[in-house]
Nanobody
C-alpha cells in the first residue's frame, strides 16, 4: 500500500523560506510522478509543482515559478519542496501527491492524475 508522509510545515514571515519533505513507501521503480497541491478554506485544491521520479518531466504553477523548487532523493524515496520568498498568499495546507501511473507533461497539473495523497501540512506566511 502506498503511503505518503509530509514534514516541514510551519509559520514563517513574508520573504522567508521553508522546506517541505514527502517520503513515499510502498512504491517500486521510477515510473510515477510526485508533487504538491495546496488548499485554503473555501477554495479548490490548487496545483503547485510536480515532477516525474525518473526526472524526465517537471511542471510549476505560475504563481510559484522562480520561488519554489522541487527536488528528489531517490535513495530516500523522498521529494522536497524548497519554498523561498514566501508571500502571505502562499498560506495553505500543502498536500504531497503521487500518481498511479507515469503521467505525461500535460497531465502533471491535473488533480485527477494523482491517486495517492498525504495528510497535508500547514504553511502559514505571516508577520
Amino acid at each position: 500500500q502506498v503511503h505518503l508522509v509530509e514534514t516541514g510545515g510551519g509559520l514563517v514571515q513574508p520573504g522567508g523560506s521553508l522546506r517541505l519533505a514527502c517520503t513515499v513507501s510502498g512504491r517500486t521503480g521510477r515510473d510515477y510522478a510526485m508533487g504538491w497541491f495546496r488548499q485554503v478554506p473555501g477554495k479548490e485544491r490548487e496545483f503547485v509543482v510536480a515532477m516525474s521520479m525518473n526526472g524526465a518531466r517537471r511542471a510549476y504553477a505560475d504563481p510559484v515559478k522562480g520561488r519554489f523548487t522541487i527536488s528528489k532523493d531517490n535513495a530516500k524515496n523522498t521529494v522536497y519542496l524548497q519554498m523561498d520568498s514566501l508571500k502571505p498568499e502562499d498560506t495553505a495546507v500543502y498536500y504531497c501527491v503521487s500518481s498511479r501511473g507515469n503521467p505525461i507533461l500535460s497531465t502533471l497539473r491535473k488533480v485527477e492524475t494523482y491517486g495517492y495523497w498525504g495528510q497535508g501540512t500547514q504553511v502559514t506566511v505571516s508577520s
